[in-house]
């Protein structure tokens, strides 16, 4: 564990709100014009950094990593060398970019570039995907809009972080365009399915978490060590199909509604990095079982907020949740996803599931901000929108702030292109 201290500040200017002072250190992958090897990366201030050049200046020797890890196409060599190496790796970093090192500085053109003169890749090579459902305001809004207002959480749901498997695939960086679903639906007070565009298309506000240190088939990971296993955080839109969803997900659940797209930021912030927004998450009643207790803070204070953009170049926000209102926290998620056996592996990804919070402006899906529909939301160019249009793009955007230091996750975009 290692945490920069408030007050330190880089040789390289951050600018007030920046997402990436060097309190942050996030990490990707990304590649040049110039030079179209991907390698991997962090962040400061509007600048990458890139790691590799700095590891062929020997600034990571001593610290005993492969240098394939450097160059590698994805982090995953890097989050495989568990937390003790990668904490001390960013806090090398960290020195390096901390004023005072003018020696380096002087050599900053072989390894800065203007963050909106790079593209970023996909940071890590996705092994399994899990989807949990985890806010209790989403599990309750959808249960009041589909079943009984008076009802609307299942039996399972304060016993169990209910969750599914998703699919890996399609799980594709912020800035790719997405094409608009197609698939089987039942529409309303029709006898037969029909096959055609989604006509409901939604964005899911959500949080990922992804695995670095795995574990062995047959152990189960406790909810103490779990953060020892998660390597970092990143936005996370869970892209679904209303529709098809409706009528495909009973008994199984969700299915091709779900696993078209998933758009993933392009940085991991680290553990580390978010250990001092911690905050006390709800009470739990009824109590959970043995293996789903924990102690201390597990939950965190991260600001999310989500802006449609139509075709048309006007833009909406649409939501404005907080990532400390699940009702179970990531150490409860992996307790449980590990509690049968099931093994971990570096690269996994588990997102939160939709993440709403308690008043109306706080919801984290167009199927709960405009409620099934019945409340379309206005749009700065006289358009409406009860889901997603062709055209629209969704972003969505976190960062923590405390203290006077403010750190941010980059953002979730894509753009919704017509049916292909
Ligand atoms: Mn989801």
């Not at 610290?63 to 394939?68: F, S, V």
Request: aromatic content about 10%; charged content about 20%.
């Amino acid at each position: 564990m290692y945490i920069v201290p408030n007050h330190l500040e880089s040789w390289v200017e951050v600018a007030e709100g920046s997402d990436f002072p060097i309190q942050n250190i996030p990490f990707g992958v990304f590649q040049t014009k110039s030079n179209p090897k991907p390698r991997i990366c962090t962040a400061i201030g509007e600048y990458v950094v890139d790691l590799a050049v700095l590891a062929d200046m020997s600034l990571f020797d001593d610290l005993d990593m492969p240098i394939e890890v450097f160059r590698s196409a994805t982090l995953n060599p890097l989050m495989a060398l568990g937390k003790t190496k990668t904490s001390a790796f960013r806090k090398r970093i960290v020195e390096l970019l901390s004023k005072g090192n003018e020696a380096l500085e002087e050599q900053s053109w072989h390894f800065l570039h203007p963050i909106e003169k790079v593209d970023m890749l996909l940071p890590v090579q996705v092994g399994d995907y899990t989807d949990f459902y985890s806010s209790m305001e989403h599990a309750r809004n959808v249960g009041t809009m589909f079943r009984d207002p008076n009802n609307a959480l299942l039996p399972n749901w304060k016993h169990i972080p209910v969750g599914y498997h998703g699919r890996a695939s399609s799980i594709i960086v912020s800035g790719q365009d997405i094409h608009r679903p197609k698939g089987q639906t039942m529409p309303l007070d029709a006898d037969a399915p029909v096959y055609g565009p989604s006509a409901r298309l939604d964005f899911e506000l959500e949080m990922a978490f992804i695995v670095g240190t795995p574990s062995e088939l047959g152990d189960t990971v406790s909810t103490g060590a779990a953060e020892d296993h998660i390597f970092g955080l990143s936005l996370f839109n869970d892209w679904s199909a209303r529709d098809i969803q409706k009528w495909e997900y009973v008994p199984l659940g969700p299915f091709l509604g779900k696993n078209f797209a998933s758009t993933m930021a392009p940085w991991i912030i680290t553990l580390d990095a978010l250990e001092p927004f911690r905050v006390q998450g709800p009470v739990q009643d009824p109590p959970v079982l043995p293996y789903l207790e924990y102690t201390g803070q597990k939950n965190y204070d991260i600001h999310l907020s989500v802006e449609i953009e139509t075709e048309s170049g006007v833009s909406k926000e649409v939501c404005q949740s907080n990532f400390k209102y699940m009702y179970w926290n990531m150490a409860q998620q992996l307790a449980h996803h590990t509690v049968n056996g099931c093994n971990i592996n570096t690269g996994d990804v588990c997102a939160s599931g939709t993440i709403s919070g308690p008043e109306p402006g706080s919801f984290g899906s167009m199927l709960e901000i405009a409620w099934k529909g019945t409340k379309p939301v206005e749009m700065p160019d006289g358009s409406s929108r009860k889901f997603i249009h062709d055209g629209d793009t969704v972003r969505m955007k976190g960062y923590c702030e405390k203290d006077g230091v403010r750190i941010g996750f980059g953002e979730a975009t894509a753009k919704v292109l017509p049916v292909k």
